[in-house]
């Protein structure tokens, strides 16, 4: 069973910069499709970005992440990353990391198997 912990939220200042981080155990991480999503109260979780399996794997993102937000993944560490830059208060969310063996619409929830419990990001005004 692979296991996934998010770490890297807190409370910053619009305009401000966050990197999460997820580390993956218990599985093989390289063969694994990595994608964040994000649940913000009262709304249903949404697709931020997603980068396919292997090293040098290709980039999807949310039109709201695109411009903004890089997703990168180490595989020696088994880790993947979201670099959030000039974030605003909309960014603010709880953020998932989710992993999956499917190569197919990285951008719905139930094409991940497993899910990490979540990181809190809040971006005041």
């Known amino acids: 069973q692979v296991q996934l912990v998010e770490s890297g939220g807190g409370l910053v200042q619009a305009g401000d910069s966050l990197r999460l981080s997820c580390v993956a155990s218990?599985?093989?991480?390289?063969?694994?499709?990595m994608g964040w999503f994000r649940q913000a109260p009262g709304k249903e979780r949404e697709f931020v970005a997603a980068?396919?399996?292997?090293?040098?794997?290709?980039?999807y993102y949310a039109d709201s992440a695109k411009g903004r937000f890089i997703v990168s993944r180490e595989n020696a560490k088994n880790t993947v990353y979201l670099q959030m830059n000039s974030l605003k208060p909309e960014d603010t969310a709880v953020y998932y990391c989710?992993?999956?063996?499917?190569?197919?619409?990285?951008?719905?929830?139930?094409?991940?198997?497993?899910w990490g419990q979540g990181t809190q990001v809040t971006v005041s005004s």
């Open positions: 980068i396919v399996r292997w090293s040098g794997g290709r980039t």
């Open positions: 989710a992993a999956t063996w499917g190569d197919e619409d990285y951008r719905r929830t139930y094409n991940y198997n497993y």
């Open positions: 218990g599985g093989t991480f390289m063969v694994y499709s």
